[in-house]
């Protein structure tokens, strides 16, 4: 089955501040790779998708994200970050044959004023 | 408007008791899924449906059981057999095959009283 690894447990940024949130997903064939936020106590909510094509991805809320195969990434980014960008950040993996979807361990963002 | 309802959102239960929790969608997606979230363990999959009258156990199953009589509906139970039962609950739901975003339920909190 696929897996997804999240390094980063917390990151604390600056309000302002670039962001980049990492994310290596293991796989054998041809990946569908999402990013989402949940804020506490809620769901989750989808902030991109990457499915085929341009590798670069524009997501809501301003994110993007950029799939390289060759290192297995799928690295979420911001280059000015908001207070209410404050939540958890959730990286997930799936393929189009396969139903099971999985999710990395998640990392919570905090923005210092 | 479509969606993903759990409930309750939040349950206590005896230990020894079994307790059943409610995941309902109206989105016609084919595929669901319940995880369990525990801090710094992101989402863990227990069990997940691509159709009617069948599922398949993800990576703790142990402990819990589900039903898909109908496609609408997929109530996980928690039995008396799982150790550590208290943690927040997803229910989440997708078309097959998976081709676009998970929609995803509110939660459940569950704490053993």
């Known amino acids: 089955a696929q897996s997804v690894t999240q390094p980063d447990i917390h990151i604390t940024v600056s309000e302002g501040a670039s962001l980049e949130l990492r994310c290596n997903y293991s796989?054998?064939?041809?990946?569908?790779l999402f990013w989402y936020v949940q804020s506490p106590g809620q769901g989750l909510q989808l902030l991109l998708k990457?499915?085929?094509?341009?590798?670069l991805v524009q997501g809501i809320k301003g994110f993007e994200a950029e799939f390289k195969r060759s290192q297995s990434s799928f690295n979420l980014r911001k280059p000015s970050v908001h207070w209410s960008d404050a939540a958890e950040y959730f990286c997930?993996?799936?393929?189009?044959?396969?139903?099971?979807?999985?999710f990395g361990a998640g990392t919570r963002l905090t923005v210092k004023p | 408007d479509g969606g993903i309802t759990q409930s309750p959102k939040y349950l206590f239960r005896k230990e020894g008791q079994n307790v059943t929790l409610s995941c309902e969608q109206n989105?016609?997606?084919?595929?669901m899924y319940w995880y369990r979230q525990d801090p710094g363990q992101g989402l863990r999959l227990i069990y997940y449906?691509?159709?009617?009258?069948?599922?398949q156990k993800g990576d703790i199953a142990e402990g819990y059981s589900v039903s898909r009589e109908k496609k609408e509906s997929f109530p996980l139970t928690v039995t008396s057999a799982q150790k550590n039962p208290t943690a927040f609950y997803l229910c989440?739901?997708?078309?097959?095959?998976?081709?676009?975003?998970?929609?995803f339920g509110q939660g459940t909190r569950l704490t053993v009283v």
């Open positions: 997930a993996v799936g393929a189009f044959n396969n139903n099971d979807m999985r």
């Open positions: 989105l016609n997606h084919d595929a």
């Open positions: 796989y054998g064939a041809t990946p569908y």
């Open positions: 989440a739901s997708t078309i097959t095959p998976l081709g676009t975003e998970a929609f």
């Open positions: 990457y499915f085929s094509g341009d590798t």
């Open positions: 449906s691509q159709i009617v009258n069948d599922f």
